[in-house]
């Protein structure tokens, strides 16, 4: 072979070498940076807390306003079912944004506490029984210290069912409204930004707060509102889920408003079994403001919380 022949084998050899060695470098990095709009609404798991937190209640005030002007229209109509229409569409107005919001999050819908598989099973009589035992528990010290009398029965025959099952709607509406609007979206949005306890903090005051517009409220009905919520993001905590604390909340005011007939955060509403009174002292008694306004009740729930937590000792509730 001669000299030009092992000449040129070499340049195909270093030809074919330089070829293998651009193919194989690594193509430069051109990655498209994420937009400022994009950067600023969405994080790593998806829109930031705050936005949605702040989208949930907008949503929430706009629907309330409608409510709010198309209840008014139903003054004139049978008092007692105009308020169950209206309890039903603000719960309407309190679940809507969170559907929407769960679709935008790419969440399920259980995640925010009220999951359908669990509805109206296990737990949430569980968590009737335990709402009906403390309020009894609360009238019966107050029947010992002699500060609530039972009276004679307002109600005869059929109209004890019939008022007994319009209050158990009645206020099961009232407890999946207020659980979900201050323990559902709203607890798992604002863990996901400071945590679950300064969460429930702040909802919890936040639900006290709010009583302020039944008539007839003092300042130690709304401090008990504000732990009865507080006791029901324990439940949450410790269970996973809001039923537990909707069966509660439910059993909770029907046997205050229905079956003692006692006032309910300072309203009496019509259709109670009993003609109940209360004597003494307003910070024993409740005066007004009904067994909630009692120092007794700040005992009752102690007790209840101290019961539950040794119970449901696991930590089940879940923010990812």
Sequence with gaps: MDDRT??????????????????????????????????????????????????????????????????????????????MLEEFMVLVAAVAPALVLAKVERRPWGAYGLPLRQAFGKLFWVGAVWGFASITLLIGLMYGLRVFEVGHLALHGARIVKFAGFWAGYFLLVGLFEDFLFRGYSQFTLTRAIGFWPAAFALSCTFGLVHMSNGGEQWRGLLAAAVIGFFFCLTLRRTGVLWFAVGFHAAWDWGETFFYSVPDSGTVFPGHLMQSSFHGPGWLSGGVVGPEGSVLCFVVIGVVWVVFARVYREVKYCVG
């Design 6 to 83: 092992d000449i040129s084998t070499r340049d195909s050899e270093a030809v074919n070498r330089e070829t293998t060695t651009s193919a194989a470098a690594p193509a430069p990095d051109f990655a498209v940076q994420p937009s400022y709009v994009r950067t600023v609404f969405l994080g790593p798991d998806g829109l930031r807390a705050g936005w949605g937190f702040a989208f949930y209640v907008l949503m929430l005030y706009v629907l309330r306003s409608i409510v709010n002007r198309w209840a008014g229209s139903f003054e004139n109509g049978n008092e007692l079912w105009s308020m």
